[in-house]
C-alpha cells in the first residue's frame, strides 16, 4: 500500500470501535504513527496489540474520557508529544448520539453529551491547532453527523451539539486557512456500528418494534437501499486528510447515501 502518510503522526479519539478504528487502522496501513485513545482500557490495549501486529511500533494507547475537559485534551496532548511527535492528523471521532426529544431529555443528558462531543472535539482541537498552525501543516477531521444539518426530533441532542459543531470548526478554520492547516467535517449518515445498534435500540423500545424491524425501516428509507459500514466513512476522512484534498477546508462533507435533502 502507497505509504502516504509515512511522515505523519496522528490522534485519532474514539479509536477503539467503529469509524474512528477502522480510520486507525487505514493510517497505520500508510504509514502514520497513530495515538488511539477510548475510554476502556482494555479493548484500548486490545487495539494498540492488533495495529503494531500489522506494523512494528506505530499504534499507542491513551485511555481517559473525553467528558473531562480541558483535562484530558491536555493529558492527550502530551502523551502524544511524548510517544509519537508534533501530531500533524487529528481525527476527533469520540461521541454517540442519545435517542431523545428535546424536552423528554433530563437537563443532565444535555449536558452530558455536551461535554463529550462537543467540548471533547473543541478542546481537542484548541489543544492541537496551534501545535499543527507552528508547523504549518496539519489535518483535523471532525466525525459530526447530518443531524447537524438536518435536525432530527428524535435526536435532538445530537442535532444541537452537530450544529455547534459546524459553526465552531468553521471559524476554527478561518483561523487556521493561514498557516495551511485545513479542517473538514465529516458527517455520516447512519452507519453500522455499535453506536447504531445502541440508536435502534433505543427506538424499537420507543416504537415498540425489534431491532431487525428498526434497520430494516432505515434501510429502506436511504436511497441506496442499505446502510454504510465503518470503512465507508473511514475512506472518505483518509481522502480528506490526504494532500489529494489539499483544498477541501472549512465545510463539511455528507457520507450519508443521498438521504439528506440539502444541497
Ligand atoms: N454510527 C453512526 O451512525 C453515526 C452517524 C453520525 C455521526 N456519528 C458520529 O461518529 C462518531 C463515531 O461514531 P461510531 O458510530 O464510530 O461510534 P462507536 O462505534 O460507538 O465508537 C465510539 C468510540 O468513541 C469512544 N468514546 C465514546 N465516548 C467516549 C468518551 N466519553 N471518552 C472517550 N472515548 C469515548 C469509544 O471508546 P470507549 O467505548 O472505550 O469509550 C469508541 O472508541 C461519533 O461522534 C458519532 O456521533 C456516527
Not at 167 to 191: F, H, Q
Not at 217 to 227: C, I, N, T, Y
Request: glycine share 10%; with cysteine.
Amino acid at each position: 500500500m502507497e505509504q502516504i502518510f509515512a511522515s505523519d503522526t496522528a490522534i485519532v479519539t474514539g479509536g477503539t470501535r467503529g469509524i474512528g478504528w477502522a480510520v486507525a487502522n487505514q493510517l497505520v496501513d500508510r504509514g502514520a504513527r497513530v495515538l488511539l485513545v477510548g475510554r476502556n482500557p482494555h479493548q484500548l490495549e486490545q487495539r494498540v496489540q492488533e495495529l503494531n501486529q500489522k506494523v512494528p511500533e506505530h499504534a499507542f494507547g491513551f485511555a481517559c474520557d473525553m467528558a473531562e475537559q480541558p483535562d484530558s485534551s491536555k493529558q492527550i496532548t502530551e502523551y502524544a508529544l511524548k510517544m509519537i511527535g508534533r501530531p500533524t492528523l487529528l481525527l476527533n471521532g469520540a461521541g454517540g448520539a442519545s435517542v431523545t426529544h428535546a424536552l423528554d431529555a433530563p437537563w443532565t443528558l444535555w449536558v452530558d453529551d455536551f461535554e463529550v462531543k462537543f467540548f471533547g472535539y473543541l478542546a481537542m482541537t484548541r489543544a492541537i491547532l496551534p501545535i499543527m498552525m507552528e508547523q504549518r501543516r496539519g489535518v483535523i477531521v471532525n466525525l459530526v453527523g447530518i443531524a447537524g444539518k438536518d435536525p432530527n426530533p428524535a435526536l435532538a441532542i445530537a442535532s444541537a451539539v452537530n450544529g455547534a459543531l459546524n459553526g465552531v470548526m468553521k471559524v476554527l478554520a478561518d483561523d487556521a486557512s493561514a498557516y495551511d492547516v485545513r479542517i473538514v467535517n465529516v458527517n455520516p449518515g447512519a452507519t453500522q456500528t455499535d453506536l447504531l445498534t445502541a440508536m435502534a435500540k433505543a427506538h424499537a423500545t420507543e416504537s415498540k418494534k425489534n431491532i431487525g424491524e428498526v434497520l430494516d425501516e432505515m434501510r429502506a428509507k436511504s436511497p441506496l437501499k442499505r446502510l454504510p459500514g465503518p470503512m465507508d466513512i473511514a475512506r472518505i476522512v483518509i481522502f480528506l486528510m490526504s494532500s489529494d484534498s489539499q483544498f477541501v477546508t472549512g465545510t463539511s462533507i455528507d457520507v450519508d447515501g443521498g438521504i439528506h435533502r440539502g444541497v
